[in-house]
């Protein structure tokens, strides 16, 4: 049991200078941001099956026909649809960078939304069937990207269609996996390994419906059920959850409202101290069960969520990562690691890359 409240909450001021450190242009303007988002949520659970739009670099250019079957179905690279030489993945990365910052997005970034993609497009493995996960890339097709719980990822896999643009020979499970890296990373988080060499895969690839958690559940065991399929345990599970410091959300998405944290675009161990040095009552609003903070009534959490303070290992991991931000970065970098791998047929000796952030 932790000593006290006020040693799980980290005071703002030290938030505020890790926001600094992060960058004063792309994370420290808003580090504090908890309202609702005015703007962020425009494209909710609608897909765009046809438009053309204009590309940079290479002469290239995306062509989405009107399709039955998929959301970017066809792809047609004027001039650049074979690659020039191997890609510099540290200039993918870069490019990725450069597509963060938005003033008018949700608290001003897509890092959030980013990771978001690349964990539902990596969280459909089955080890037992072994099929789904990021190696096919198959959210880029209707049955898939139609998911409940993909609702509003179109806006992310449309803006990173831009750095598809520039590099065209980059396969999509390869650039939003790497879409999360990026994230990650430029949000203050740990060096996350990553490696290149996923293809886009058919239609009847897409895995089924109903893989991914289901935030309303609060019991332990469903969050068991999905993850331990997947192949993580349960120190693992409680990793890979801390990723809810970061971002918020939205009604006309996934019903719910709200960002877990004061910061929600810093990536830090908040979610764990939050979690456990508020008290958190169940909020009464017209929407699906979720809990607000006493104090603020600004910051919520999922029924899933609380499974992480109430079940007895998985509180034993929240109150280990809420102690020590350094041991959750550790874990969590090798936890997501493994989940953007998932189902990856990579080639034998296939790099393993560290990319450099934009502060560097």
């Known amino acids: ?155 992310a896999r449309e803006r990173l269609n831009r750095v598809k643009d520039q590099f065209p020979s980059i396969s999509y499970g390869d650039l939003w996996t790497l879409a999360g890296v990026v994230a990650i990373q430029e949000m203050g988080g740990p060096t996350i390994n990553w490696r290149a060499g996923r293809i886009d895969g058919e239609e009847g690839k897409c895995p089924p419906d109903g893989r991914l958690p289901d935030a309303a559940r609060p019991d332990g065991q469903h969050s068991r059920d999905v993850f331990y399929k997947m192949g993580f345990n349960d120190q693992e599970i409680v990793a890979l959850l801390g990723a809810h410091a970061l971002g918020r959300c939205h009604t006309d998405r996934s019903g719910f409202e709200g960002p877990w944290t004061a910061s929600p675009t810093v990536f830090t161990n908040d979610f764990y101290t939050e979690l456990l040095g508020r008290n958190w009552v169940e909020r009464k609003w017209n929407g699906p069960k979720q809990f607000q903070d006493k104090e603020s009534r600004s910051l919520m959490m999922l029924p899933a969520d609380m499974a992480m303070m109430k079940d007895k290992e998985f509180r034993k991991w929240t109150e280990i990562y809420a102690k020590d931000q350094q041991r959750f970065f550790d874990d969590f970098a090798k936890a997501v690691e493994k989940l953007f791998e998932l189902g990856c047929a990579f080639e034998e000796n296939t790099k393993v890359y560290r990319f450099k952030t934009t502060r560097e």
């Open 1 to 155: 049991m932790l000593a006290s409240r006020a040693l799980l909450r980290a005071p703002l001021a030290s938030v505020a200078r890790r926001a600094a450190t992060i960058s004063s242009t792309r994370v420290a303007a808003r580090a504090y941001s908890s309202q609702a988002s005015s703007g962020g949520s425009g494209f909710g659970s609608s897909l765009i099956v046809a438009a053309i739009a204009a590309g940079v670099g290479a002469g290239g250019y995306h062509f989405y026909l009107e399709s039955q079957k998929s959301t970017l179905p066809a792809v047609v690279a004027a001039g650049a649809d074979k690659a020039k030489g191997p890609i510099d993945y540290q200039k993918v990365y870069n490019a990725i960078a450069d597509l963060l910052e938005d003033d008018n997005y949700d608290d001003g970034s897509y890092g959030p939304v980013f990771l978001r993609l690349a964990w539902h497009a990596s969280g459909t493995y089955d080890i037992k069937t072994k099929d789904g996960g990021s190696f096919h890339a198959t959210m880029r097709y209707k049955p898939e990207a139609g998911h409940g719980a993909n609702a509003g990822l179109g806006i």
